[in-house]
């Protein structure tokens, strides 16, 4: 976490090999990600982000570009855990409504749990949030976390977050400022160091 422009998105940039490090390395299970194809690395890593795409086609088919080769059964199984059935079945034709241009149908909330379902349905072992509940109201926000806390449940989750609210359930918090981590570890730990991550709990949290 950090406050905007601390270098959080340039960071999972280069976990997915947008760019490359110039210095160091980064490490995935010990091993160096410039010795992975593209495809492998990529292959192994699931988003959400703050703004998803929604294709033009149906849900049903908008859900499966998570894993292409997912079956229909598969499909309505990761929309359950995101909890899409719960508007899904409301659209005129259920999973084989057509989902319009960039998801115009769809509320802000809705195409995150879409997004959701996809990294689900993809099951790689690991998750990367970036921003996932930020633009949302606090109803959709508690039905995207609800989803959220499926999508994570087995898997290593990286969350990008300015929300610190986002983050409190979170084994190791890294806190980042102008490009470089300042402070690293539980929320209890930051809370008690009175650095940037106690100055923001004290504004956003009211303790």
């Known amino acids: 976490m950090g406050t905007s422009g601390a270098g959080k998105t340039s960071l999972f940039q280069l976990l997915l090999r947008y760019y490359e490090v110039s210095d160091g390395a980064i490490r995935l299970n010990g091993q160096d ?7 492998d690395l990529r292959g192994g890593i699931a988003i959400v982000p703050q703004d998803p795409v ?5 849900a049903l088919e908008n859900i499966r570009y998570g894993r292409a080769t997912a ?18 079945d409301r659209l005129p034709e259920g999973y084989q409504t057509f989902l319009g241009e960039r998801g115009t149908r769809l509320s ?37 976390q609800r989803g959220l806390n499926a999508a994570m449940e087995g ?13 409190q359930k979170a084994d190791r918090i890294v806190v980042m400022e102008r490009g ?10 930051l809370r008690g160091q009175g650095g940037l991550y106690a100055r923001l709990a ?3 949290l009211d303790l």
């Open 33 to 39: 990600i410039r010795q992975l194809s593209l495809h």
């Open 54 to 58: 929604i294709f033009s086609a149906n």
């Open 71 to 88: 079956t229909d059964d598969e499909v309505r199984q990761a929309a359950r855990a995101a909890l899409v059935d719960e508007f899904i």
């Open 108 to 144: 802000g909330g809705q195409r995150q749990r879409i997004a959701i379902a996809r990294a689900i349905l993809k099951g790689a072992p690991l998750l990367l949030l970036d921003e996932a509940t930020s633009a949302l109201d606090a109803e959709s926000e508690i039905l995207v």
């Open 155 to 167: 898997r290593t989750t990286v969350i990008i977050a300015h929300r610190l609210a986002t983050v």
């Open 180 to 189: 470089r981590i300042v402070e690293i570890g539980t929320p209890e730990d």
């Open 202 to 204: 004290a504004l956003q």
